[in-house]
């Protein structure tokens, strides 16, 4: 397993080599990137904070129960931190594995799970403002609707 959390831009053909095996039939990838509108609004770009420790460790632990539900051969995941600009990749997974069921599921698994616990934040810069945004998924926004 290889995750990271960095500023730099994310290169996809760097996460594939991470997760290539010559024993995988399958290798799945996901990429978030940035669109240019949301609601309505004209998105200029998203910045993103973490405090990276921490959110290494919880992409850890999603690769470990991914591992632990899939027969997964490899996987890395990797989030973008800082300014990313429309059409910029902000997360990137990458699994491999012997058949492509396994490795589709372990991916899209993968991605609703940082979203509702790896602690990243984001802003969207709009024309005219920004908002601090907190994913749908998240865990904290489904305890603060129940409330």
């Given at each position: 397993?290889?995750?990271?959390?960095?500023?730099?831009?994310?290169?996809?053909?760097?996460?594939?080599?991470?997760?290539?095996?010559?024993g995988s039939?399958?290798?799945?990838?996901?990429?978030?990137?940035?669109?240019?509108?949301?609601?309505?609004?004209?998105?200029?770009?998203?910045?993103?904070?973490?405090?990276v420790?921490?959110?290494?460790?919880?992409?850890?632990?999603?690769?470990?129960?991914?591992?632990?539900?899939?027969?997964?051969?490899?996987?890395?995941?990797?989030?973008?931190?800082?300014?990313?600009?429309?059409?910029?990749?902000?997360v990137?997974?990458?699994v491999?594995?012997?058949?492509?069921?396994?490795?589709?599921?372990?991916?899209?698994?993968?991605?609703?799970?940082?979203?509702?616990?790896?602690?990243?934040?984001?802003k969207?810069?709009y024309?005219?403002?920004?908002?601090?945004?907190?994913?749908?998924e998240?865990?904290?926004?489904q305890?603060?609707?129940?409330?």
């Amino acid at each position: 397993m290889f995750v990271e959390v960095l500023p730099d831009p994310l290169e996809l053909n760097k996460y594939v080599g991470f997760v290539e095996d010559n024993g995988s039939g399958a290798i799945a990838t996901f990429m978030g990137v940035t669109r240019d509108n949301f609601d309505g609004k004209k998105v200029l770009s998203l910045s993103y904070e973490a405090y990276v420790p921490m959110a290494e460790k919880e992409m850890q632990v999603i690769c470990r129960k991914a591992h632990d539900k899939w027969d997964l051969k490899k996987m890395a995941v990797a989030h973008r931190i800082g300014h990313v600009g429309v059409g910029e990749p902000s997360v990137i997974i990458a699994v491999s594995s012997a058949h492509r069921r396994e490795a589709l599921e372990a991916c899209h698994w993968a991605i609703d799970e940082l979203k509702a616990t790896v602690p990243i934040w984001k802003k969207e810069l709009y024309e005219g403002g920004e908002v601090w945004k907190e994913n749908s998924e998240s865990r904290n926004a489904q305890r603060s609707d129940q409330v």
